[in-house]
């Protein structure tokens, strides 16, 4: 049966963006997508807790370090080339990740200098998302000790991360402050 469609009344009806806010927001609540990001020095255990991360919360993983290899393969010789391709990774991918956490989706992520946790900060607020910062507070000695673990499984030739290396890049580390309104989980 054929029901006629008053399309004149449907035309004139205002639209009701409130009950469609109301709605997103209710959505957002009953399932909150929360951006879970790790941040301590180089060979902390960032990457591996990311992973475990999103396989426990069903999370979406986004690996820095998968897509400097890939989109920017050979390119990364210095910490100055590191924060130029780390920078346009997360600049490319940030509306993707306001919109996963939006949708729903939880997302795990790496973020270890402030500016980068500043950028973090932005997505959390455009996205009104939850967000835990995973912050792996690891001795120098412990994790050079995995950089060089690390270094025995690469296949000969491939370049290593010295300790020099590190104590260059460490330097740069900072971990979380209060006045960067992060909710910190510490651990080793």
């Known amino acids: 049966m054929l029901v006629p469609i008053d399309l004149e009344s449907r035309a004139t009806r205002q639209p009701r963006g409130s009950d469609h806010e109301l709605a997103l927001r209710q959505a ?8 879970h990001f ?15 991360l999103a396989r426990a919360c069903k999370a979406v993983l986004l690996e820095e370090d998968h897509f400097l290899a890939t989109l920017f393969p050979g390119e990364v010789h210095s910490i100055a080339d590191y924060v130029k391709y780390s920078s346009r990774v997360r600049e490319a991918l940030s509306e993707h990740i306001v919109f996963l956490l ?19 900060r932005q997505l959390i607020d455009r996205a009104e998302a939850v967000h835990e910062l995973h912050y792996l507070d690891v001795s120098d000695d412990v994790c050079k000790a995995h950089l060089r673990e690390r270094s025995r499984s690469l296949p000969p030739g491939s370049p290593f991360t010295t300790d020099a290396e590190f104590d260059a890049m460490t330097k740069h580390f900072q ?14």
Do not use: I, Y
């Open 38 to 52: 790790t941040c301590g020095k180089m060979a902390a255990g960032k990457s591996t807790l990311a992973r475990e």
């Open 102 to 120: 939006r949708s729903g989706t939880s997302v795990a992520f790496p973020a270890n200098t402030p500016n980068q946790r500043r950028g973090f």
């Open 175 to 188: 971990p979380p402050s209060a006045e960067e309104r992060f909710n910190v989980r510490s651990g080793t």
């Open 28 to 35: 957002r609540t009953m399932n909150p997508a929360t951006l």
